[in-house]
């Protein structure tokens, strides 16, 4: 079952252009991750936000929060072709027994 | 550290043969996860172990998985008899207490079944 869909399915931009991601959930969690895969690669942990935080900063990395709307935002800046990967949002909260949940990702494509 | 390491990589066997995947979970962590990865369902998580004990094998498709942890530093997933449709990537994961759902993941096994 996939609790987090991603929006868009996929993103093409310049390398130097801001990437912007949206994740949106269906019931409510305790914490909201956002993960990266490069091809053929396994995910790699981005950032965690809690449900009681609504903006969470990581380098070139801002993620948002909007529980009342169950959607969060991931915005990579001033994008680099090393950031072209898919990215998922993963959702853990008691309605799926706790366990972390993976949206279906954004596959974002940063051309130099 | 190595980080959480998976064996083999690739894996390609005939329908109805016997397939055995195999991961090492990062030092320290008690935590390991089986993920099956495909384009059509997304990332699923299969089961999971804490202190090598089985949590939620809810995941598990049918009887013809199976995963076992011996000991802490070693899991397998089986598939007895392989299927066409078992064709996916399969990885493996870890984490510790404390950081539980903060998983650090292997870099998956591609298998397909012909």
């Known amino acids: 079952s996939q609790q987090g869909e991603e929006d868009p399915q996929a993103l093409s931009i310049q390398e130097g252009e801001n990437a912007t991601m949206n994740c949106s959930y269906k019931t409510s969690i305790n914490n909201l991750q956002w993960y990266r895969q490069n091809s053929g690669r396994g995910l790699v942990h981005l950032i965690l936000?809690?449900?009681?935080?609504r903006e969470k900063h990581s380098g070139r990395l801002r993620v948002t929060l909007d529980t009342s709307k169950k959607s969060s935002s991931l915005l990579i800046t001033a994008s680099r072709a090393a950031d072209t990967a898919s990215y998922f949002c993963a959702t853990d909260g008691s309605s799926y027994g706790n366990k972390l949940v993976f949206g279906a990702g954004t596959i974002l494509r940063v051309k130099s | 550290d190595a980080g959480v390491i998976q064996s083999p990589r690739h894996e390609v066997t005939e329908m109805g043969q016997e397939v055995t995947l195999r991961c090492k979970p990062i030092s320290g962590h008690d935590y390991l996860f089986w993920y099956r990865q495909t384009m059509m369902r997304g990332l699923e998580l299969l089961i999971y172990?804490?202190?090598?004990?089985?949590?939620?094998d809810s995941g598990m498709p049918e009887d013809r998985f199976s995963a076992k942890m011996p000991n802490a530093s070693f899991s397998t997933l089986k598939i007895q008899p392989s299927e066409p449709r078992d064709s996916a990537v399969y990885f493996c994961a870890s984490s510790r207490t404390g950081y539980r759902l903060l998983a650090f993941f292997g870099q998956g096994t591609r298998l397909t079944v012909v």
């Open positions: 936000i809690r449900s009681n935080e």
């Open positions: 172990f804490n202190n090598n004990v089985p949590i939620d």
